[in-house]
């Protein structure tokens, strides 16, 4: 009986163990089998759902750590791949822990701090520490499958974070994923949209 990566090209399993590695996890102890989304139907996963995945929570250390988990690289960015959304506005002065106020700079925080982990962090390197201190911990929700097939709503309710890891994932007519309040991350080797 072969496995899962057994009938992976060579280039594919390679690809496969990096994106587990990045979460580290391997191929060995968390590949699992795939999950089909009925059309017309809602299925609900958690970290505790038991079925053919593999599902966990990691807690990040600091940002640094977010942003290798769920950001985009700062060596991504380049004169000819620019980071397109707008940089924080830098006031006079910056804006320190003494200073912040939860009911007038979370959203200005937020803007930050996803400046830091899904844009060039050294934009708002400064921010770093208020960042980690008014944030905490990010709770990713790791999801891991071979396939996804998606005919219905697949949620993930009640998550700060979810990072969806498969091989290949398959969306159908009507088929989607909800994730109401919280980042989604999408690591597929091969999305299709199928009619």
Known sequence: MSTFMEDLSTEEQSRMEGALRRYGLNSKDHLCGGLNVPKHAEV??????????????????????????????DAAYTDDSPYTQPLPAKGNKTLTSADFRPQKHLDELRHIANTYIWGPSHEVAEYKSLIEEHTGQLDLSMHVYTTLDIRG??????????????????FYPGGYNDVVGAHLIVNAQIINHKT
Request: proline share 4%.
């Open 44 to 73: 609900t996963v958690t970290r505790h759902t038991n079925d053919n995945g593999f599902h966990c929570n990691i807690l990040t250390k600091d940002a640094d750590h977010a942003k290798k988990l769920i950001g985009v690289p």
């Open 153 to 170: 709503k697949l949620s993930f309710p009640g998550e700060q974070a979810v990072s969806i890891l498969a091989h290949t994932i398959n």
